[in-house]
C-alpha cells in the first residue's frame, strides 16, 4: 500500500457509503427506520405500566426487525421492477 494518496481514510469510507446508498437507498431507510423503533422503545420505557421488561424488549425487537425486513423487501422489489418491467432505453446495451 502506498502511503501517497490524495484523500484520507474517513473521505474513503464516506464516499464509499454515499455510493452505496444511491445504489440502493433502502439500507439507509431501513437502517433510520431500526434506529427509530429502537428510541422509540427506549422512551417509552418508562411508562410501560405494569408490562414484563422482557417483554417490552421482545416487542421492540419484532418492531425494529419488521421495519428493515419491510425496507429490504421494498428494495428488493424496487430492484426488480427496474430490472424487468421498467421500459429500457433502446439505445442502452448495458446488459
Do not use: N
Not at 5 to 14: A, C, G
Not at 71 to 93: C, F, H, Q
Amino acid at each position: 500500500m502506498s502511503t501517497s494518496k490524495s484523500w484520507s481514510y474517513e473521505e474513503e469510507q464516506s464516499s464509499k457509503f454515499m455510493r452505496k446508498a444511491k445504489e440502493s437507498p433502502f439500507v439507509p431507510i431501513g437502517m433510520a427506520g431500526f434506529f427509530a423503533v429502537v428510541a422509540y422503545g427506549l422512551y417509552k420505557l418508562k411508562s410501560r405500566g405494569d408490562t414484563k421488561m422482557s417483554v417490552h424488549l421482545i416487542h421492540m425487537r419484532v418492531g425494529a426487525q419488521g421495519f428493515v425486513v419491510g425496507a429490504m423487501t421494498v428494495g428488493v422489489m424496487y430492484s426488480m421492477y427496474k430490472e424487468y418491467l421498467a421500459p429500457r432505453d433502446p439505445g442502452d446495451d448495458s446488459k
